[in-house]
T-cell receptor, first 115, second 113 residues
Framework: DQQVKQNSPSLSVQEGRISILNCDYTNSMFDYFLWYKKYPAEGPTFLIS?????DKNEDGRFTVFLNKSAKHLSLHIVPSQPGDSAVYFCAASVMNSGGYQKVTFGIGTKLQVIP | ETGVTQSPTHLIKTRGQQVTLRCSSQ?????VSWYQQALGQGPQFIFQYYREEENGRGNFPPRFSGLQFPNYSSELNVNALELDDSALYLC????????????FGPGTRLTVT
């Protein structure tokens, strides 16, 4: 039961253009959505988050959009830079009965930004 | 401020053996979560420790167990290793629980032969 889905395993974009990474989810109880970036031989690094009560959050070159009715979120990177080449994980969080936030990850999308 | 560290970096074990992985949380963080990332998959939640108590667990069998120490460092123990346990094991710390903001270590690559 994959509650967070990233259907594109890879994406190639020219430097300077927009990168759009997509994510779908099935659990309507998720209250926060997050994007993590992962370089080889490193752990995932938190990039940006959005609360389920918002539809957009922006941080510099990174913007996350949330469409609750479609259970869909996307990460926009503008402009894309070669250093953005990494695996991007979409994740979603829900408060569990034990009083902790359980975070569920997608399988990741590998972004390659071509100079 | 030191980040999350994990040891060892790599480990090779034989099926049926037991393994212990270690994690030091980021300074000031009292919550540690462990994840298993199999090849081509996203991290999967194993369990979380908050102030030395397990307060959440994912869909993993009891042979996956853990500990958190008074300094908030943590161990993940896996008994009776199976080939499918081969994966990258990630530790993440948070300033408190509940919190979705986690800081990950570089992981321990476990290979079971």
């Amino acid at each position: 039961d994959q509650q967070v889905k990233q259907n594109s395993p890879s994406l190639s974009v020219q430097e300077g253009r927009i990168s759009i990474l997509n994510c779908d989810y099935t659990n309507s109880m998720f209250d926060y959505f997050l994007w993590y970036k992962k370089y080889p031989a490193e752990g995932p690094t938190f990039l940006i988050s959005i609360s389920s009560i918002k539809d957009k959050n922006e941080d510099g070159r990174f913007t996350v959009f949330l469409n609750k009715s479609a259970k869909h979120l996307s990460l926009h990177i503008v402009p894309s830079q070669p250093g953005d080449s990494a695996v991007y994980f979409c994740a979603a969080s829900v408060m569990n009965s034990g009083g902790y936030q359980k975070v569920t990850f997608g399988i990741g999308t590998k972004l390659q930004v071509i100079p | 401020e030191t980040g999350v560290t994990q040891s060892p970096t790599h480990l090779i074990k034989t099926r049926g053996q037991q393994v212990t992985l270690r994690c030091s949380s980021q300074s000031g963080h009292n919550t540690v979560s462990w994840y298993q990332q199999a090849l081509g998959q996203g991290p999967q939640f194993i369990f979380q420790y908050y102030r030395e108590e397990e307060n959440g667990r994912g869909n993993f069998p009891p042979r996956f167990s853990g500990l958190q120490f008074p300094n908030y460092s943590s161990e993940l123990n896996v008994n009776a290793l199976e080939l499918d346990d081969s994966a990258l094991y990630l530790c993440a710390s948070s300033a408190t629980s509940p919190s979705y903001e986690q800081y990950f270590g570089p992981g321990t690559r476990l290979t079971v032969t």
